[in-house]
Structure formats: C-alpha cells, structure tokens
C-alpha cells in the first residue's frame, strides 16, 4: 500500500478525481493549501506599499492505493494535472504500514 | 375630579368642531405652503438615503454569491458603479431624464449634456420654482440613487469573468444615457406616460431595464468556464459567504422602504402620509412573500430549503411590488410578492437551460419578477395595453443599446478575462488583491 501525495493547481481538482475514479480509486483527502516550489512569488501592491506575494494556492490530494494501481494512479494525476506552465504541481509516494476500515475492523488493501 | 373631566370634555370639544370648521378647506391650509415643500424634501432625502443604502446591500449580496477568488473584484465594481452613477447622473442623466421645456425630441429624447445646476445657498420661497415639489438637490439625490440602483443589478450577472475597465464603460454609458432616456419617457412626461404607463417607483424602469442590460451582458460575455457540460448538465459554483448575502438581501429590504416610500413623491399632507404608510407596509409584505413562496417552492421540489433562493425570493418580492406599491391591500401585496418569488425559483434554472450564466440571479429576479410586478398593475386599475407596450419598449431599448455596447467593448479591448486569469480568480489577475488573504503576504 501507498499514500501518493499530490499537489495540483486548484481548478484542475475535478478532472483528477474524474480520471482517478475511472481507475477505481475511491476515497481521496482534499485540503486547500498555500506553498511554493519553484514558481516564486510574485509583488503585489498595497495601499502604496510593495509586498511580495510568496504562497500561492493549490489543492493537495492524499490517497491511499494498493501497489498494483499505484504508477496507474500517479501517471494518471500528472497527465491530467499538467498544463505545462510553471506551478503545476508535485507527485511524492510513500509506504503506508497499514490501513484500518473503522466501521468493519478491516484491515490492510480490503480498508481501502 | 369632576372639574377635571369637564375641562378635558371642553377642550375637546373645542379641537372638534375648529377640526369641523376647517374640513371645508384644502390639505396645504393645514401644512402651511412652506411646510409642504419641507416635508416633500425631507421625504426625498430620507427615501433618498435608504435607496442609497441598497448599494450597501448590493455589494455584500454579491460578495457573498461569488466564489472567494472573486470577491475583492465585485466590491471594486460596486462601489465603482455607484460613483460613476452620481457624477454622470450629475454631468448628463438628471436633466436627460427631466427635460421640462428642454426636450430635444419632444417625448423621447430630452438635452444631453446639461448640467444639474441646485438652487442657491439659503433658498428663500421666492427663488423656489414649484413651492409645491421639494428642493431640486434632494430631488436629484433621490432620483440619482436610482440611476445607481439600475448599474448595480448588472454587476452581479456579469460576475467572475469580466474583466474591470469594460464594465465601467459600460455604467458610464448606461447611467448618462441609457437610464436617463428610458426613464424620462415616462416620470420625465414622456411618451410612455402620456400613454397611461404606469410604473410607480421602477419595476421596468429601473429592475426590468437593468435586467434587460444585464442580459445582454451575459450573452455577449458567454458562460464561465466549466458551468455548463457538453451533456447539458450544470455545475453548481456555490457562493463564498452565505452571512454577506443574507444581510446583503436584509439591507435591500431596508432600502426598498426609501425606494418605493420616497417615489409618493410627497409627504405635506394626510394623505400623503398615510400613502407613504400603505407604501412601507405592502413592501414589507410583498418580500415576505415573496421570501416564503420561494421556502415553500424549494422545500416541495428539492427537498431541501434553498438559502439564496429565499434571498432571491425575497428581492423577487421586492421587485414584483415597486410597480404599484400603494394600491393594492395588505394581502393584494403579499400575493404579488409571493407570485415573483415564485417565478424566481422556475426562472432561475430556466437561464441555466438556456446555457445564460447569472451569477446571482439578477435576471430572474429583477427582470422578470420585474415584468410580472409591472403587469400586475392592471389588478389596481392599469390598461394591460399600455403596460405591455411600457414594459416591451423599455426592455427592448436598453437590450438592444446594451448588446451593441457590450460587443463593441468586445471588439475594441474584450470583455472577458483569459481563461487562466479566469480560473486562478480575478482578484489576484485583475487587482492583486485576495478578499480573504490570510497568509498570503510574507
């Protein structure tokens, strides 16, 4: 099992989960976060005074796959997320030691 | 005790019967000439000031509609709006709107670019011209704030992908010409009312032909990105702050008080105060009605109580009355309100089958509650003909005027916004300023 951690411009949202439940992902975590990469920040102007805008919005998605639908799931998010202009985001993978299904008990890929 | 009683018996026999001798001669004897124009003024001011107060309501309705990325925009917009309403109403539409003598075209077309001039500094009666009407500077600030009511009912359509500058030229256009124009066919002594259109504080004049510009606005302007599917299905986009529009709506509701109650036009008499009453009063019930019809509608068809759909309901209500606020009962009133909230719940799905993206309804809600409240006067004694021919020429005008304006602003600097400005939001792409920053600054 593995979480894929996915940052992604915010509009880009519905595409993903659309592509994503076509594979057969069904649960995704959504939060609306503020970061950069290497798309720096650009100034802005307030009341006469410069500031420098350094986070920009993006969503960040966190789901948790089984191995054999992992590089499934990753290709997909990128191929969907991309636009080619700076900002589009990042893909990280990590082991996931276990999952448990709260209402059932169940344990391991039959939790996700 | 006793004497006490009989001294309390005398003096109001002596109140009565100077009452009875008096009932012989006019109202104005009762208000002396003086206090009349006082009153009528004081009426215009204060009506003038709650009507002024509606922009408020404007502002925070919209906010609250829009998504967050948007908000800092649409503020800019209304408040924008309304000072290019007061300097142009100023500059050009008070006069265009009431020509007197100075018709260009008898009827249809009064002088443009004329100045409002006010009468000098400690007035005394001679130097007044109708001592029977109210100051010229509070009849041009009650009358301005309906030219700025007109503008801000576009604003709200438009939303979400316009870019600024294009639709500040518009209001430029449609608060020294466009309104003035219209609206002196009729409360100017133009054609319409010589026609016996009857149009009592501007359910046409000012809701329907701000609709009517609004409409031709989202036609040009095309729906936002991703609302409407190829399958012919709609995508919700859920507005940012449900407390803003509600007290936005709250506001409006205050407002309408001055809108309806100060186009009586004159308070110097009983009868005028008790029509300024029954005006309040039938406002205050046709929202309600309206607010409740649009409950009732939502809980029976979506199951679930719409919270913006009672708002809209509400300003339906609003809308449907402003056509003939004083005649109809306090039921007649609730009816006709309940009919426009009604229409408002049908009406605004009906625009998204048509692929017409209205951000916040204005359409239904101003435009075609509008018609309905401009045609129910003919429950208090209107000629269905001439409010037809009213309501139809009205529309017409401003639609058309407004569709030629929109697409030549297309064509000499574009409307709308990039598709990526469009979905990053335009506070940050066309202010570069987030409604609801938080950390955003380092």
């Known amino acids: ?112 | 005790m006793l004497s006490l009683i009989k001294i309390f018996v005398s003096a109001l026999i002596c109140i009565v019967s100077t009452t009875i001798l008096h009932a012989e001669e006019t109202n104005t004897d009762l208000v002396s000439a003086h206090g009349v124009f006082v009153f009528n003024t004081l009426l215009f001011l204060i009506g003038g000031f709650l009507v002024m107060w509606m922009a408020a309501g404007f502002a925070m309705l919209e906010a609250g509609l829009v998504r967050s990325k948007n908000v800092t925009t649409q503020l800019t917009k209304n408040i924008a709006l309304f000072s290019i309403a007061a300097i142009a109403y100023f500059l050009v539409g008070f006069n265009l709107m009431y020509p007197g003598d100075g018709w260009l075209i008898t009827g249809y077309l009064g002088p443009i670019f004329s100045l409002t001039g006010l009468e000098p500094v400690g007035a005394t009666a001679e130097q007044i011209g109708d001592l029977g009407y109210a100051s010229v500077g509070s009849d041009f600030f009650f009358q301005l704030m309906f030219c700025a009511t007109t503008a801000s009912i576009v604003s709200g359509t438009i939303a979400e992908r316009m870019k600024l500058w294009p639709f500040l030229i518009f209001t430029v256009l449609l608060t020294a010409f466009l309104y003035p124009i219209e609206a002196s066919w009729q409360w100017g002594g133009g054609w319409l009312s010589e026609l016996g259109f009857s149009d009592f504080a501007g359910s046409t004049l000012v809701h329907a032909a701000g609709a009517s510009a609004a409409l031709a606005g989202a036609i040009v302007l095309g729906p936002r990105i991703g609302k409407y599917k190829d399958d012919g299905s709609v995508n919700p986009m859920p507005g940012s702050n449900m407390p803003l529009a509600t007290l936005g709506t709250f506001i409006l509701w205050l407002g309408w008080f001055g809108f309806n109650g100060g186009s009586q036009l004159a308070l110097g008499s009983i009868g005028d105060a008790a029509d300024v009453s029954r005006i309040f009063t039938n406002t205050n019930t046709a929202a309600a009605g309206g607010a409740l019809a649009a409950l009732i509608l939502t809980q029976i068809m979506y199951k679930k109580i719409d919270l913006t759909m009672v708002l809209n309901g509400a300003l339906a209500g609003l809308v449907s009355i402003t056509a003939e606020p004083l005649a109809p009962s306090i039921g007649g009133a609730t009816l006709i309100g309940a009919i426009g909230g009604a229409i408002v719940v049908f009406a605004v799905p009906m625009l998204d089958k048509l692929k017409i993206d209205d951000v916040v309804g204005a359409i239904s809600v101003h435009g075609i509650a509008g018609i309905w409240g401009t045609i129910a006067v003919i429950f208090s004694g209107g000629s269905f003909g001439a409010q037809i021919i009213g309501t139809v020429s009205i529309c017409l005008f401003i639609f058309i005027l407004s569709f030629v304006i929109w697409y030549v602003l297309d064509m000499i600097m574009g409307i709308r916004v990039s598709e990526e400005d469009e979905l990053t939001g335009l506070d940050t792409t066309e202010l570069g300023m987030d409604a609801y920053p938080d950390f955003s600054k380092s």
């Open chain 1, 1 to 112: 099992m593995k979480i894929i951690i996915a940052v992604i411009k915010p509009f880009k949202l519905e595409e993903v989960r659309e592509k994503l439940t076509e594979i057969g992902v069904q649960g995704l975590m959504v939060s609306e976060i503020k970061g950069y990469g290497r798309q720096a920040g650009h100034t802005e102007m307030y009341r006469g005074a410069e500031y420098v805008v350094n986070y920009i919005p993006k969503i960040r998605l966190e789901l948790v796959v089984p191995d054999n639908n992992v590089s499934k799931a990753t290709d997909i998010i990128s191929e969907t997320a991309k636009t080619g202009k700076i900002g589009d985001g990042k893909i990280f993978v990590l082991n996931v030691e276990d999952a448990i299904r709260i209402r059932t008990g169940e344990t391991g890929d039959n939790a996700i």
